[in-house]
């Protein structure tokens, strides 16, 4: 009968144990997978706003671009003209934005992409001929292009 009343202890106390422990990896699976969803939430919302940015720091490379090359037509040397302050910041802002929202996105693939669409704006905004400008921003849209691309794949692959 002792034995009887120490086994059923030992059960229960088994039991117990196993039913704490099962439910603390349930609860640390849920856990894992609500990480798992906030983290791919985040990831998603950065790499749209990511192409936002580059398509701001794009446009604003073709209207820099487009205004030093009519100011050359005009009589300006290439290079001495200065733009607007509104369009300059416009520049300025989305190539911040495009940075920011870069460090944060996982992917390595994207991130290079992005690296080149931004060095390839930089390149056409510093440019030392109209000729060298105008690659460069073409560059740049089409860099832009490719970076969509593989957002827009891995998006896809995120649903």
């Known amino acids: 009968m002792l034995w009887t009343a120490v086994i059923t202890a ?13 439910n603390e990896g349930t609860r640390s699976r849920g856990a894992q997978l609500e990480t798992d969803r906030r983290r791919a ?59 920011i929202l870069n460090s944060r996105v996982a992917n390595v693939d994207i991130r290079n992409a992005c690296q080149a669409v931004i060095a390839s704006s930089n390149a056409a905004i510093a440019a030392p001929s109209q000729a060298v400008g105008t690659i460069e921003t073409h560059t740049t849209g089409d860099l832009a292009n490719a970076a969509t691309e593989v957002i827009g794949e891995l998006l896809r692959d995120l649903l």
């Open 10 to 22: 030992f059960l229960s106390a088994g039991g117990i144990v196993l039913g704490w422990y099962l």
């Open 41 to 99: 939430d985040f990831q998603r919302v950065t790499m749209l706003e990511l192409q936002e940015a580059m398509s701001a720091l794009t446009r604003a490379t073709y209207q820099i671009h487009n205004a030093d090359s009519t100011a050359e037509r005009e009589g300006v040397q290439w290079g001495t003209n200065r733009v607007g302050e509104e369009l300059g910041e416009q520049h300025r802002g989305a190539l911040r934005r495009t940075y």
